[in-house]
């Protein structure tokens, strides 16, 4: 497992051939979705998991989706802030 980018709390993972986004909270990795979440240890088999249960994307999806989730917690944190 390889991480190829991070934006935020957000990391842009691959196997070597399918890619997600997982958000990185306390020491813990969760999926995105509207599926319960729980998180995973940041290893390859708490990424193995959330590779077999979650979303998976081509790279230009993935880096999309990385890019808009980072973005929406930038702006929400600055309308909190």
């Not at 980018?5 to 399918?18: F, K, M, P, T, W």
Request: aromatic fraction near 8%; proline fraction near 4%; glycine fraction near 10%.
């Amino acid at each position: 497992m390889q991480v190829l980018d991070q934006q935020e709390n957000y990391l842009l993972v691959s196997d070597g051939a399918r890619y997600t986004v997982v958000e990185r909270r306390a020491g813990k990795l969760y999926g995105l979705g509207c599926r319960g979440r729980r998180g995973v240890p940041p290893d390859d088999m708490g990424l193995a998991e959330l590779f077999r249960d979650g979303d998976i994307y081509s790279e230009p999806q993935a880096r999309c989706l990385l890019h808009k989730v980072a973005s929406d917690w930038r702006d929400l944190f600055e309308l909190v802030r």
